[in-house]
């Protein structure tokens, strides 16, 4: 078996030397590509995250990596056929092991048991923008329903005069210890009590405010400060702004996600800004000064004299500031088209035609093609009877 396993540190893609917080971050990478339920179904994906779980509990480890970095895989060879490639995992909490990655993962968190201080949700809302205030940045203020923990019963949730019991079921853990079999053996996991939801506590007499939730909902505005550049799609993180955090612990934070407006004339691009702008056949041909619309307002450009349709020209600076650095932006890119005029009087189909003939007879290309034509034809049938004439003197005198 040894011979056909990879090395623990190629898996991970780390040196020997890594440290833990190394090892621990190129799992961490690998478990969100290829975890299970990330890439349900994916036979090939869930076999990666096996092999990389099997690293990282051996790596992260210090006796076992110490055993690893000495014997190989054959240290872990006997009495290993409970577990995935040779490695025993029977009997061990991955919860414990793997929890604080798997919480980052999928938004779970870790909390201490309990009924600990854990830190209370985040809350998510959208706002809606212009492009205009995209590029230059804009203060919103929302309206949003928040909690707060109620005055009556101080967020314990118990009607006032009692408290909350400790929950016989988790004996106060607000945790319950599970086994069930796995493609890694038996494994021991962690669960939330479903009585008491994780508090280690339950309320017999509700508060009468809150309904034993400890928490009351208001309507609150909130000014959000949106930053010239930013995408749509993108999202600002306004601290402390979330629920309410659980015995004593922090607040969540307020997201809000930025959706940016459609621009009936300008697209955007990472920095870049892009817009089409019409120029007549005069204006293309002889050149012109014409007006072109940026998010700075409009400017003056000098279109130069013999310009094709869809010639594209650069405005440099005049696109989106740089999230990160406002004193940069990008720039605006404008495409030129040239209209072709619909509707013409006498007067101006005249004077089209006059500049045609001058400037290369376009209109009368198939006439001249015909013409031309015509007296090739009739020359070869002057060259055809001369021939014939002669051949006919010829033969009378043959």
Same mark, same amino acid.
């Given at each position: ?161 009692? *408290?909350? @019991? %400790? #929950?016989?079921? &988790?004996? !106060?853990? $607000?945790?319950? /210890? =599970? ?9 021991? *996991?962690? @669960? %939330? #009590?479903?009585? &008491?939801? !994780?508090? $280690?506590?339950? /309320? =017999? ?194």
């Amino acid at each position: 078996m040894a011979d056909t396993k990879r090395d623990y540190y190629e898996v991970l893609g780390v040196d020997k030397s890594a440290d833990d917080a190394t090892i621990k971050k190129a799992y961490r990478n690998l478990a969100k590509k290829y975890h299970p339920d990330v890439r349900p179904g994916d036979e090939e994906a869930a076999e990666k995250f096996k092999e990389a779980s099997e690293a990282y509990a051996v790596l992260s480890d210090p006796d076992k990596r110490r055993q690893y970095d000495q014997f190989g895989h054959a240290a872990f060879e006997q009495g290993g056929a409970g577990g995935y490639g040779g490695f025993d995992f029977s009997g061990m909490d991955f919860t414990d092991m793997f929890g604080d990655i798997f919480g980052d993962l999928f938004g779970t968190g870790r909390r201490s048991r309990g009924g600990g201080p854990m830190q209370g949700s985040n809350v998510r809302t959208a706002v809606e923008i212009s492009f205009e205030e995209a590029v230059t940045g804009c203060e919103k203020e929302i309206s949003i329903n928040l909690k707060d923990p109620c005055k009556t019963c101080n967020g314990t949730g118990a009607k006032p005069g009692t *408290s909350p @019991e %400790t #929950c016989t079921t &988790c004996g !106060g853990r $607000g945790q319950m /210890v =599970k086994q069930r079999q796995s493609l890694f053996g038996i494994m021991q *996991s962690v @669960e %939330t #009590c479903p009585d &008491c939801r !994780g508090e $280690g506590k339950v /309320v =017999k007499e509700k508060c009468p405010n809150c309904f034993g939730t400890g928490y009351t909902s208001s309507r609150k505005k909130i000014s959000v400060s949106i930053p010239a550049g930013i995408d749509n799609g993108q999202s600002i993180r306004i601290r402390d702004k979330g629920e309410p955090g659980k015995a004593g612990g922090p607040r969540g934070d307020l997201l809000v996600e930025v959706r940016i407006r459609r621009h009936s004339e300008f697209s955007r691009q990472d920095v870049n800004i892009y817009s089409t702008v019409p120029i007549t056949y005069a204006q293309a041909a002889l050149g012109s000064e014409i007006l072109i619309n940026t998010v700075d307002g409009k400017i003056v450009y000098t279109v130069k004299p013999g310009t094709q349709t869809d010639t594209r020209v650069r405005l440099k600076g005049k696109g989106v500031p740089y999230l990160r650095d406002n004193n940069m932006r990008g720039d605006h890119y404008v495409t030129l088209v040239v209209q072709v005029p619909t509707k013409l009087n006498s007067k101006a189909k005249e004077l089209l035609k006059e500049f045609d003939e001058q400037t290369g007879d376009s209109m009368n290309v198939v006439t001249r093609f015909e013409n031309a034509k015509a007296r090739e034809a009739g020359k070869e049938e002057k060259d055809s009877e001369k021939k014939g004439g002669k051949k006919k003197k010829k033969g009378l005198f043959g």
